[in-house]
């Protein structure tokens, strides 16, 4: 959701800011346009629709001299998609120009007191205020830092601002609260970005910036201030994964190259924390004596993290016998939940940036909680604030759907329940050494799963399938979750409608749907409710259903027998079962996609890191 980035050195401006854009279009948007400063002062160039229309228009960049600059990528809050409110967006002096990744919530007030003082607004956009605002202060002190500082105070919501002014050619100013943004230090040269991938070809040395810092800098040097304006030092940090990472590396879509990465990213999470046959989770700190003494276990997160919490609720009420309830963090702020100092919040994020998220989190620690997050982006928001952080090393996810983002969750979710369950005493040394060396195991047989056999077959039941309309998808226990996960990446990516539920929630309601030839996706590959499940698919099929069932290996015959056709899957632990069964639905979605049409790695309306309420 928006990207910002910007560069002060030697270079021209203008090419490496599109290169920097490009790397962040997997966050969504649906505009993009860049300022960069040279002989004729500021020089703001912004096309509504996809970066090729933007690069199009500076022929690659060459056309627009100057080199410093800042560039932006829109997803669309405060007024429609357009030219006019793309940014950068210009002070009415002319002299300010920002770009802006957030939101401002006291816009409204701050725009009637720009209008007061006499500026003008040529866009609907909250920050066009910002730019007047900063305008406003440049105009009253001169001094550029301390009319961003003026500006800054005054602002209520989530900014990242990368801003420029006419009169001091060759500096940025760039400053953050609640919106992510990175420094990175080159030679004779320096950045400023959303996040690592837009900057990776240049430097690999970066500073995480802290809600209320400012950079100040040009391409030689670099001053950093907190948040009472106080000079401070910032940490540099060596990125470690390579450009490749964030390459499609020879796959048509990045989705794909994530599906089949999962293998490696599975073997990075699980393998460093077991240890001698042990799971040990560094730095986790969850005595027997706190866990003895909580009441419920909450897991909050949104979207397909919200359904790996929705899986964690079956997995650690299982191993460690915690009641536990999962919630949407979009929820969780406004129902008053009961949390106190007896509960302990997991929040679950691959970017760490979700604005929902991060103030549920915020909220559960008000009222005195312990908190834990489960994250992917290392320094980002959601790890910095919660009491105690477990990585997933999956890599940069850019794929808008998830894929091995999910199913690394998934995988820290079986090691923390078996930590809690060993501190507490719950499991059996038995079950214990069943599940170590199932995940000792699981990488191989993802791998498995991801063979050219079920990748074809795979694309072949989407052949089958892409035309239809409504699908739904059903299954009890763990199978559930992993539905409510199916289902979502149909819709996402496919713009296929589709609907979840517990296979005996049905026919309740949502049964009087089926007619014939709607799709439904049954997963029963769990053993002691597969002929429940088999019930349900008779159900459905005896009101005209087409069944698609995902079973496990060995009972395809007797699944045959009732659905139209089967994908069968290896049998594992049954705890660790969802791991295998999400892959099926995830090339089965990848596929209908491809057959519909669809943009897959950047679907309609949405964006990576959804960093807005
Ligand atoms: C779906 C998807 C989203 C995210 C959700 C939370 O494929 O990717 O539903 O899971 O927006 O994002 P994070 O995990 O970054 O907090």
Redesign the pocket.
């Known amino acids: 959701m928006c990207g910002i980035v910007g560069y002060a050195g030697s270079r021209q401006a203008a090419p490496v800011l599109l290169d920097g854009l490009e790397k962040l279009e997997y966050r969504g948007y649906d505009s993009a346009g860049v300022c960069v400063h040279n002989e004729n002062g500021l020089e703001p160039v912004k096309a509504k629709g996809r970066l090729s229309v933007l690069r199009d228009r500076l022929e690659g960049g060459s056309a627009l001299p100057g080199s410093v600059g800042i560039g932006h990528t829109r997803w669309a809050t405060h007024g429609a998609p357009s030219d006019r409110n793309s940014h950068p967006h210009m002070s009415w002096t002319g002299k300010i120009a920002v770009v802006h990744n957030g939101i401002i919530e006291n816009e409204a007030r701050l725009r009637e007191k720009m209008l007061r003082k006499g500026a003008t607004f040529s866009s609907e956009t909250d920050t066009e205020v910002v730019a007047n605002l900063i305008g406003y202060y440049y105009e009253k002190y001169g001094d550029f830092v301390l009319a961003v500082r003026e500006a800054v105070v005054r602002l209520e919501g989530s900014f990242a601002l990368g801003i420029l002014c006419k009169d001091v050619p060759g500096k940025i100013v760039a400053v953050k609260k609640d919106s992510p943004l990175i420094f990175g230090f080159g030679e004779g040269e320096n950045f400023i970005a959303s996040d690592v991938p837009a900057i990776l070809k240049y430097t690999q040395t970066v500073a995480y910036l802290e809600d209320g810092d400012m950079a100040v800098f040009d391409g030689d040097s670099v001053e950093f201030f907190d948040s009472t304006g106080e000079p401070t030092e910032k940490k540099r940090e060596k990125i470690t994964w390579e450009m490749s990472a964030a390459e499609r590396g020879g796959y048509d879509h990045f989705m794909m190259k994530e599906i089949y990465e999962q293998p490696k990213a599975l073997r990075d999470t699980i393998s460093p924390r077991l240890r001698n046959g042990q799971v040990t989770l560094e730095g986790i700190d969850l005595s027997a004596e706190y866990l003895k003494g909580l009441r419920k276990i909450y897991l909050v997160?949104?979207?397909?993290?919200y359904y790996v919490s929705v899986l964690a609720k079956y997995i650690i009420e299982k191993t460690c016998r915690i009641a536990c309830e999962a919630m949407m963090a979009s929820e969780f702020r406004y129902c008053d939940p009961v949390v106190g100092k007896d509960n302990l919040v997991i929040f679950?994020?691959?970017?760490?940036?979700?604005a929902d998220?991060l103030a549920a989190l915020r909220e559960a620690k008000a009222r005195g909680a312990q908190t834990l997050a489960i994250v992917n982006v290392v320094g980002s928001a959601i790890a910095k604030a919660a009491d105690q952080v477990i990585y997933t090393w999956a890599g940069p996810e850019i794929a808008?759907?998830?894929t091995k983002?999910f199913t690394t969750q998934l995988s820290v979710v079986y090691l923390l329940a078996m930590q809690m369950a060993k501190t507490l005493g719950t499991m059996s040394v038995g079950e214990y050494n069943a599940l170590i060396s199932g995940l000792e195991s699981l990488p191989y047989d993802v791998e498995r799963v991801l063979s050219q056999r079920h990748l074809e077959r795979c694309q072949y039941l989407a052949s089958r399938y892409h035309a239809h309309h409504d699908a739904f998808y059903i299954g009890r226990n763990v199978d559930s979750g992993i539905c409510m996960e199916g289902s979502?990446?149909l819709k996402?990516i496919a713009y296929l409608h589709s609907e979840a539920y517990p296979a005996g929630e049905l026919k309740h309601g949502p049964i009087s749907l089926i007619e014939d030839g709607t799709l439904v996706v049954a997963l029963a590959t769990i053993e002691p409710l597969f002929d429940k499940t088999m019930a349900n698919i008779k159900e459905v099929k005896a009101r005209g259903a087409d069944v698609l069932c995902v079973t496990l290996e060995g009972y395809e015959e007797q699944a045959e027998k009732i659905a139209d056709s089967i994908i069968a899957v290896p049998k594992v632990h049954p705890l660790l079962q969802p791991s295998l069964s999400i892959i099926p639905l995830q090339l089965f979605s990848y596929y209908v996609a491809l057959y519909r049409g669809c943009d897959v790695d950047k679907p309609r309306n949405l964006a990576?890191?959804?960093t807005v309420e």
């Not at 997160?301 to 993290?305: D, F, I, L, R, V």
């Open positions: 997160a949104c979207g397909s993290a679950v994020s691959q970017s760490g940036e979700t998220t808008v759907a998830t983002a979502l990446k996402e990576k890191s959804v």
